[in-house]
């Protein structure tokens, strides 16, 4: 899967009533996930993790615990490309996820769910990159 795919799929999911913790997005995400081939389960957690990574920096999550950190990233990949790229291309478009502490910690384990339901199986994923807090060491270098 690569980037455009993983947007349209995002936008494709989104639902049109609001969605405060991203639980419809993930659902419809993991249905459609799992009635996929494999490789697209596998293909969106890697594109997933490389926009958290992309979004692991010190400019948005210096006030952040761990774990709020993360699920206010995932909340950025939730709202679509655009205010994903919007985030990217201006730090203070983060604030105000981490300020109301928008989160969608469901989007993270959507591949995990889908993977699971083709295979029967869970999953020991093990992506590119890794979408945990602080683990992009260039975005936290001083």
């Not at 936008?11 to 991203?22: H, W, Y």
């Not at 699920?71 to 985030?87: E, H, K, L, P, Q």
């Amino acid at each position: 899967m690569n980037e455009d795919a993983f947007w349209q799929l995002i936008e494709d999911c989104r639902p049109t009533a609001p969605d405060p913790d991203a639980e419809v997005l993930a659902a419809t995400l993991t249905e459609r996930l799992a009635q996929s081939p494999l490789s697209l389960v596998i293909g969106f957690a890697e594109q997933l993790s490389w926009a958290l990574y992309r979004l692991d920096r010190k400019e948005y999550g210096h006030n952040l615990s761990g774990d709020a950190f993360l699920y206010t990233r995932a909340a950025v990949v939730a709202a679509g490309r655009t205010a994903f790229d919007s985030v990217l291309q201006d730090p203070a478009a983060f604030t105000r996820y981490a300020i109301d502490l928008i989160w969608a910690e469901p989007l993270l384990y959507t591949p995990d769910r889908a993977y699971e339901r083709i295979t029967g199986e869970e999953w020991d994923r093990d992506t590119r990159y890794s979408y945990e807090s602080c683990s992009n060491t260039e975005g936290w270098a001083d």
